[in-house]
């Protein structure tokens, strides 16, 4: 991801309707799969430190490190978020001794690396046996758009394709759900109807209703999944699955 990028996403990071809904896929994960309160936790590629933030501040016990291969990526996130180690690294070669972490997150960060096989494959060894692994990435190649070149994505996935990726790196008990569901047609109509060539990313301010909209539609995606569902289409895919024992 580009240097402009990063600036844009620390902006808006906290207040987007996108961030909190990803971010509150990953709690939920988190939850299901009773992380511990002592756990020891690597946010792998953190971005400016938003996820890291509001994982640190719902368990403050927990043991967090993050990475991202953005120097200015790496240094905004060291501004905004205290007790939590950042370092500037690649997740297809993480820093970190085999069997050193809990449970490993990586949201919208496989999908930017031309290697994901050694990503998933890191992501393994430096998992504990029993750990558990959450990824969000991006659907569908056919929805590639400005957003993807302006983001420097590099695939977009289904959910057989991460589910076969994960299980080929030895990861087993995979669940996965597409969300972005209901904003889905809008997201469509956007980005392969009505684009323009001044199109960049979709990651900036909305104006209030429109975020209230996004809002409340993925208030309705969340209570869905809360209850055990799981949606079949959606812009983004998000995934859980553990490292044998």
């Not at 808006?12 to 939920?28: A, C, G, I, N």
């Not at 299901?32 to 590629?45: E, F, H, M, N, T």
């Not at 971005?47 to 403050?60: E, Y």
């Not at 939590?84 to 999908?111: H, M, N, Q």
């Amino acid at each position: 991801m580009n240097s402009d990028e990063y600036l844009k996403l620390a902006e808006v990071e906290d207040r987007m309707w996108y961030f909190p809904s990803l971010h509150w896929h990953v709690q939920h994960a988190f939850r299901l799969a009773g992380i511990a309160a002592d756990a020891r936790v690597l946010d792998a590629g953190c971005g400016t430190g938003g996820l890291s933030l509001r994982l640190r501040a719902a368990h403050p016990g927990w043991r967090m490190e993050a990475i991202d291969f953005s120097p200015l990526a790496v240094e905004l996130s060291r501004q905004r978020v205290q007790g939590v180690r950042f370092e500037k690294a690649s997740i297809t070669t993480l820093p970190f001794a085999s069997g050193d972490f809990d449970a490993v997150v990586s949201a919208d960060v496989i999908c930017q690396v031309d290697d994901a096989k050694t990503a998933l494959a890191e992501f393994f060894r430096v998992l504990k046996p029993g750990g558990l692994v959450v990824i969000n990435v991006p659907a569908y190649m056919w929805m590639w758009s400005y957003h993807d070149d302006s983001c420097q994505t590099k695939h977009r996935y289904t959910r057989g394709e991460l589910a076969e990726s994960l299980r080929a790196a030895g990861f087993g008990e995979i669940k996965s759900t597409h969300w972005n569901a209901l904003p889905f047609p809008l997201l469509v109509a956007k980005r392969k109807i009505f684009r323009s060539g001044k199109d960049t990313s979709d990651v900036k301010p909305y104006p209030a209703p429109l975020e209230a909209m996004f809002n409340g539609m993925m208030a309705l995606e969340h209570a869905w999944v809360e209850a055990g569902g799981r949606w079949g289409w959606g812009s983004s895919i998000f995934v859980a699955a553990r490292k044998p024992v």
